[in-house]
């Protein structure tokens, strides 16, 4: 079983910035593809970043390209997710989500791979 914990969300001005954080628990977290989706109110949960066992591959959605980073630190069982240039249609709940892939290069995007999520943090952008 994995447990997900994000943080770091909150109301920023748009322009602004925020570092989310998801802690997971489990030995085997270097082996889990890490993800983080959004969704806003009323639309469906959406992919925004990806990153593989070690953190050399990353995958973003064209709408975060540039603008968000994600990044992991396996010693501290964490995946963080740098947004900056927020937009008001960034306003959302992240969630963070483990896929326990079996090749280490391996990122996917696809909602359904990914077996286990947070509670979600709630990202405000106001104009």
């Known amino acids: 079983q994995v447990q997900l914990v994000e943080s770091g969300g909150g109301l920023v001005q748009a322009g602004g910035s925020l570092r989310l954080s998801c802690a997971a628990s489990?030995?085997?977290?270097?082996?889990?593809?890490m993800g983080w989706f959004r969704q806003a109110p009323g639309k469906e949960r959406e992919f925004v970043a990806a990153?593989?066992?070690?953190?050399?591959?990353?995958d973003y959605a064209d709408s975060v390209k540039g603008r968000f980073t994600i990044s992991r630190d396996n010693a501290k069982n964490t995946v963080y997710l740098q947004v900056n240039s927020l937009k008001p249609d960034d306003t959302a709940v992240y969630y963070c989500?483990?896929?326990?892939?079996?090749?280490?290069?391996?990122?996917?995007?696809?909602?359904?791979?990914?077996?286990?999520w947070g509670q979600g943090t709630q990202v405000t952008v106001s104009s």
């Open positions: 989500a483990a896929h326990i892939a079996s090749s280490s290069n391996y990122v996917t995007r696809i909602r359904g791979q990914y077996l286990y």
């Open positions: 990153i593989n066992w070690s953190g050399s591959s990353t």
């Open positions: 489990g030995r085997t977290f270097s082996s889990y593809v």
